[in-house]
């Protein structure tokens, strides 16, 4: 069955760099979304992404986030200047059509942890 | 803004017994969807049973099913026969019915089920 996947699985940086997340969403769906859990709290949706442009967004995601499809497969989340308080899990997902009967496929997600 | 709210952190079964975890939620919309899903230790964020506000019968798949009640707000999982492999973190997720058709889910913040052999 295909498959979200995710790079790199866990990636640790330095605060004030920017990191950029990777996801191979499944080929043939269209909507496509980032959510992030940091460590014991809810899993929240930060951007969601169709025809080539942000169709929602929350306030997590502010200017310091940006999102891509760069080259028709991959979708990146990209943390220009990041902050301790990004450390968390970020999670790839995509979906077939924008239908109540279209499930999100979610990948395995990023750990990211900054220090 | 909508809220999901699961009150049981964690919960335990013994194998091939039946367990049902909690989910309630509060919006003013009329039409919305409910999941849950899974997340076991592999991380994945799996899909294990949905359900939309429209409809009056609850959702099964297979083992797993839900007990919907619309008016009180509740979205409640039952598992059946329950096997090692249930072990996970369980999710209630709400989403709004969106014209534009992206799902933009709010997550209750989990539910810990161990399964006993």
């Known amino acids: 069955e295909p498959e979200v996947t995710q790079t790199p699985s866990h990636q640790v940086t330095q605060m004030g760099q920017e990191v950029i997340l990777r996801c191979v969403p499944i080929?043939?769906?269209?909507?496509f979304y980032w959510y992030r859990q940091i460590l014991g709290q809810k899993v929240e949706f930060l951007v969601s992404?169709?025809?080539?442009?942000?169709?929602?967004k929350s306030e997590i995601f502010d200017d310091q986030f940006s999102v891509e499809r760069p080259d028709g497969s991959n979708f990146t989340l990209k943390i220009r200047s990041t902050k301790l308080e990004d450390s968390a899990m970020y999670f790839c997902a995509s979906q077939s059509q924008g239908l109540g009967n279209s499930p999100l496929h979610f990948g395995n997600g990023t750990r990211l942890t900054v220090t | 803004a909508q809220t999901v709210t699961q009150s049981q952190p964690e919960m335990s079964v013994q194998e091939a017994e039946t367990v049902t975890l909690s989910c309630t939620y509060d919006?003013?919309?009329?039409?919305?969807?409910l999941f849950w899903y899974k997340q076991p230790p592999s991380r994945q964020m799996i899909l294990v049973i949905r359900?939309?506000?429209?409809?009056?019968q609850n959702a099964t798949e297979n083992r797993f099913s839900v007990n919907f009640q619309k008016a009180a707000k509740s979205f409640s999982l039952k598992i059946s026969d329950s096997q090692l492999g249930d072990a996970a973190m369980y999710f209630c997720a709400y989403s709004p019915y969106s014209g534009a058709g992206s799902y933009q889910l709010t997550f209750g913040k989990g539910t810990k089920l161990s399964v006993i052999p």
């Open positions: 080929s043939n769906h269209l909507y």
């Open positions: 359900q939309e506000a429209y409809k009056q």
């Open positions: 992404f169709y025809n080539n442009e942000i169709s929602e």
């Open positions: 919006t003013s919309e009329s039409d919305y969807y």
